[in-house]
């Protein structure tokens, strides 16, 4: 049974975090709204444009996926499919990579997500979106999220993007495994547990 002084400890560390959070999103959202171009994405049905992801929402959530070939963005994409209708109740949501779209379809139907996914095939848009570096003449692709806002004018502004990464506040595993007798330990996320 826990002390009344730990649970008081407790209490003052939650606030604690809620204001740092609080603090983090302020400044996540600090250098939007910014202009962004309409972007022309891939789907199964042909080229999307990003004004045409909103449908009746007015807010737009896009997942900035890395592919098929990385566990912790399978990972996310896994967690994130339970939570959207409660996300598409709110905001209209897509998830995006360079895979071509029969890539995609075919992925996600062996995870069983229910999302939108598109193609930005050239890169473009993730280059744009600041989702891919270069560094010694490699192009490097980070995971995270964009959320944009259509304009009454029809324009669209980027409000704010965050990275994706173990521990982050985007993948509950992070903060369930580490109550663990022994911690995360070495788990790391896979495909398959068999």
């Known amino acids: ?19 740092k959070r609080a603090e983090l999103v302020e400044l ?4 939007g709204p910014e202009p962004v171009e309409d972007f022309l994405l891939q789907g199964p ?4 444009a990003l004004a045409s992801l909103f449908g009746e ?8 996926n890395m ?3 990385c566990p912790y963005c399978t990972l996310w994409a896994d967690g994130l499919n339970g939570l959207l209708p409660h996300l598409e109740n709110r905001t209209a949501l897509v998830m995006v990579n360079g895979e071509t779209p029969a890539e995609q379809k075919a992925f996600a139907e062996g995870r069983g997500w229910n999302f939108r996914m598109l193609s930005d ?6 280059d744009a979106m600041e989702f891919a570096t270069e560094q010694d003449g490699q192009r490097y692709l980070m995971p995270g999220y964009s959320t944009f806002k259509r ?7 980027r409000i704010a993007r965050d990275n994706f990464g173990p521990g982050d506040h985007y993948c509950g595993v992070w903060h369930m495994l580490p109550l663990l007798d022994g911690g995360t330990g070495d788990w ?4 398959r547990y068999d």
Not at 5 to 19: D, S
Not at 57 to 64: A, E, P, R, S
Not at 188 to 191: G, I, T, W
């Open 188 to 191: 790391q996320p896979k495909f």
């Open 45 to 48: 049905d042909g080229d999307a």
């Open 67 to 69: 592919g098929s070939t």
């Open 57 to 64: 929402q007015d807010d737009l959530l896009v997942i900035h």
């Open 1 to 19: 049974m826990r002390s009344a002084e730990t649970n008081a400890r407790l209490q003052e560390l939650y606030k604690e975090m809620h204001a």
């Open 28 to 31: 996540l959202r600090s250098e």
């Open 121 to 126: 095939g050239d890169g473009r848009f993730t």
């Open 151 to 157: 304009q009454t004018d029809g324009s669209i502004v």
